[in-house]
């Protein structure tokens, strides 16, 4: 006999977000943030298979592990940025040569 299909999983799998996380944290962070996506992506995956075969519990647990790995990566690509933004300004001053500077600040000394 043929059984019912089952409807569509209530849980998310959060692959646009983790499959999102982990470009991002290629680009961004040298692959440091692109490890949690690639786990995110690995759970999420998981989560409407395990719905098919009837494995509610483990459904929302996958659900819930790519989540959990998607705040993570999110963390670490968001830590990165900010990092790569103070690093670009110190990279920005330095290249402003020490007469300009001596200048600037005579002129503000009047």
């Known amino acids: 006999m043929n059984q019912p299909a089952r409807a569509a999983s209530p849980y998310s799998n959060y692959l646009p977000w983790s499959i999102t996380l982990t470009v991002l944290g290629a680009c961004l962070c040298c692959l440091i943030g692109s490890v949690p996506g690639i786990v995110a992506i690995v759970y999420g995956g998981k989560v409407d298979g395990l719905w098919a075969a009837g494995d509610e519990d483990g459904a929302r647990r996958a659900s819930e592990t790519a989540k959990v790995w ?41």
Request: proline content about 2%; hydrophobic content about 55%.
């Open 70 to 110: 998607c705040w993570v990566g999110t963390a670490l690509v968001g830590l990165s940025l900010i990092g790569n933004l103070v690093r670009a300004f110190i990279d920005a001053s330095t290249l402003v040569p020490q007469a300009v500077i001596d200048q600037l600040q005579d002129a503000l000394r009047g």
